[in-house]
């Protein structure tokens, strides 16, 4: 059984553990979520969820982003043209703040990705901006988007990944392991939450390794970009 350290914030929990946890730190966070994110990639995760939308080629499809959080990335793909948007996720307070900057038309919805209440093959595409790291059962989550897309349809995962072994993974583990929960605590109060972020990455699976597991999910081909020095990938699967 994984134990939890103080210093890890948890991210080392497993199964409903681990989702508990996870829903009870983002209901918590959400009052300085969206200034850590701009403050954390110098505004750069605004650009990658326009990319990450554009990916998922919205024009006219029902489109799911799911872990939407604030509803950042579902507003992008509303802009970008879907036909329609539905924006789930399993933290209500995440989905109140989304509430706010969506328009009426992008229904919101308390679901867990893991548990997807959609018939099969309900969507031309699914998306989703940081949720992987966050899965008790990544697999499980996989195998479900796969579920509720149309043969043909796309999914998008948007994540940050562990840039490859050079200076810069150097200047990336400082920055992620010691600068960003020092900011992220003295910013919303919440420390032991982006203690949590980094080491959510710490055995997350390298972008490759993510490609084979959404093929081991049932998707037919997968290829992926890395942006930000190589600490953001964005996953593109093709169901
Ligand atoms: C890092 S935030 C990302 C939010 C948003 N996509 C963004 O780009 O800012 C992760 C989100 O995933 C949600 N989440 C984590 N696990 C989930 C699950 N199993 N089902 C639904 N949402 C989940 C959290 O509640 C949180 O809102």
Redesign the pocket.
Known sequence: MAISTPTDGGASLQGEAK?RL??RM??RIVPG??LM?RLMTAGM?LRW?RLAARLAQPFAAQVL?????????ALELWHQGAATVIA????VH?LQVAQQKLPESIPLLL????NLPFADASFDCVT????LR???DLDA?LREMRRVLRSGGRLVC?EITRPEPGIFAHLFNFYFYRFVPALGGAITGQRAAYHY?PHSLTTFPRPYQLAERLIQAGFSSVHYQLLGFGAVAIHIAIA
């Open positions: 989702a996870v829903q983002f209901n979520y969206d994110n995760d969820r982003d799911i872990a939407t959080g604030t509803g950042d990335l789930g996720d399993f933290a995440m679901a867990d990705a893991q989703h901006a940081f949720l966050n899965l008790s989550g948007l972020l």
